[in-house]
């Protein structure tokens, strides 16, 4: 069964097999209007449930009209309408919806329901977020920055901020990819070991760094993201805020960088917190790019799930 559940527990030349094939299928479509099918239809058939417990602006559109495009059908369920937000089990809803679809695609809060669900589903299952990781989102970073800058493998990455469930994906992209990344922020937010180990057990070189000018020097890619995640209390805002304020992105900070550094974003973004406007639409900014890339790694993330 081929679940995409993390970065790392996907074989590495797999992964680089879905990062080609999502260039492939992103060139096949080059100029031709967003509703109309791929010429390859490999979904034909297929029926995938697309299951939401926290909200969602990227991954609900893009994995719907990805799949779409490759001739398979949707649905888009919110956990809360399903009986799974009214006390059924997560063994029996995943037994349940093998009978009808084809592959599940679950975004939710503990990382043990995604574990739970693809535990039990007789189909594939894919994280399409938790609260500890975000596997989808680095496919379509990883992508974008190769669309811009060539081969990631031995690049210098720079994390600013809270270490999150998108760093964490970072972290396990850099152990898979061959790149090294550079975590910058307090203490308190460092991400977990757990994920540094896993990225220096397979050879990144991994670094904290609290000073942010330090971090940034050299980087070929710098990244920011929200200082309150989805799962962050709205009570820890003001003290987050004053905690990250020093890690802000902005023009400054940039100057560090190479360069012909890339600035990239997994958006929502809260302008001129995390990152300034400047540099979200300034000449570094790729997070467009990204955005768009969920379409088609997600497109490829499925048809190796799904193995056509
Ligand atoms: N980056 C991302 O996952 O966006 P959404 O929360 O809008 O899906």
């Known amino acids: 069964m ?3 559940l993390d970065i790392h527990k996907t074989d590495a030349a797999a992964l680089r097999g879905m990062i080609d094939n999502a260039r492939s299928m992103k060139n096949a479509r080059a100029g031709r209007p967003k509703g109309t099918p791929d010429a390859e239809q490999p979904l034909a058939g297929r029926m995938v449930a697309l299951i939401f417990e926290k909200p969602s602006t990227r991954t609900r559109i893009s994995f719907d009209v990805g799949i779409r495009q490759m001739g ?3 649905m888009v369920l919110s956990g809360a309408d399903m009986q799974l937000g009214h006390g059924e089990t997560i063994a029996d809803t995943a037994r ?3 009978r009808y679809v084809d592959l599940i ?3 939710t809060f503990e990382e043990q329901t995604l574990l739970e669900m693809a535990e ?4 594939p299952v894919i994280n399409g977020l938790t609260n500890r990781t975000h596997p989808c989102q680095i496919m379509a970073d990883v992508m974008t920055f190769e669309e811009h800058r060539g081969p990631i493998a031995g690049r210098k990455a720079v994390w600013c901020g809270d270490g999150n469930n998108v760093c964490a994906s970072w972290l396990h992209a850099a152990g898979q990819f061959g790149f090294d990344m550079t975590f ?7 991400p977990e070991e757990e994920f540094i180990g896993l990225a220096r057990k397979k ?3 991994v670094v904290i760094e609290r000073d942010p000018a330090k971090a940034v020097t050299g980087a070929d890619v710098v990244i920011a993201d929200t200082w309150v995640s989805m799962h962050d209390s709205q009570s820890s805002k003001e003290r987050r805020h004053n905690q990250l304020r020093p890690y802000q992105v902005n023009e400054q900070l940039m100057s560090h960088a190479k360069p012909d550094a890339l600035f990239m974003h997994c958006l929502p973004a809260h302008r001129d917190d995390e990152a300034t406007s400047a540099v ?3 000449p570094h900014s790729v997070i467009f790019d990204e955005a768009e890339n969920r379409l088609h790694a997600q497109k490829a993330i499925v048809r190796w799930c799904l193995g056509v």
């Open 280 to 282: 979200m639409d300034g």
């Open 72 to 74: 398979g059908q949707t």
């Open 120 to 123: 039990y589903a007789d189909v």
């Open 203 to 205: 050879g990144a070189n």
């Open 2 to 4: 081929n679940h995409f």
């Open 184 to 190: 910058t922020g307090p203490p308190t937010l460092d």
């Open 96 to 98: 349940v919806l093998s």
């Open 105 to 107: 695609m679950i975004r």
